[in-house]
């Protein structure tokens, strides 16, 4: 399985980005997808998720209710959209995927990842 992502760029407090995690070597239905960033100095941290199969989603507290996960099936992408985007979103931002099944506590878990995009910068500032 590989993972390209991309849509990260400098935006202004409050804007919006929509990165996208495009797969490969595996359907989107056989996947679970994470976002995970990891920000100057920080560790790296999960943002949002979407199981196989059924596909639901999660998100972090830091992000929920300002980003959406969904998927392309057609095109085999899966998208975070970011919105009313805060300084403290800054960070680079990394799809990841497993094969494995996982309840959803799990998914939050970036060990439990086999596959990683290279990772796309998101600068949020004025």
């Known amino acids: 399985v590989q993972l390209q992502a991309s849509g990260g760029g400098l935006v202004q407090p409050g804007g919006s980005l929509r990165l996208s995690c495009a797969v490969s070597?595996?359907?989107?239905?056989?996947?679970?997808i994470g976002w995970f960033r990891q920000a100057p100095g920080k560790e790296r941290e999960g943002v949002s998720w979407?199981?196989?199969?059924?596909?639901?989603?999660s998100y972090s507290n830091s992000v929920k209710n300002r980003f959406a996960i969904s998927r392309d099936n057609a095109k085999n992408t899966v998208y975070l959209q970011m919105n009313s985007l805060k300084p403290e979103d800054t960070a680079v931002y990394y799809c990841?995927?497993?094969?494995?099944?996982?309840?959803?506590?799990?998914?939050?878990?970036?060990?439990?990842?086999?596959?990683w995009g290279q990772g796309t910068l998101v600068t949020v500032s004025s």
């Open positions: 990841a995927a497993t094969r494995r099944g996982l309840i959803m506590g799990r998914c939050r878990d970036d060990g439990q990842y086999d596959y």
């Open positions: 070597g595996s359907t989107l239905a056989d996947v679970t």
């Open positions: 979407r199981r196989r199969g059924g596909g639901n989603t």
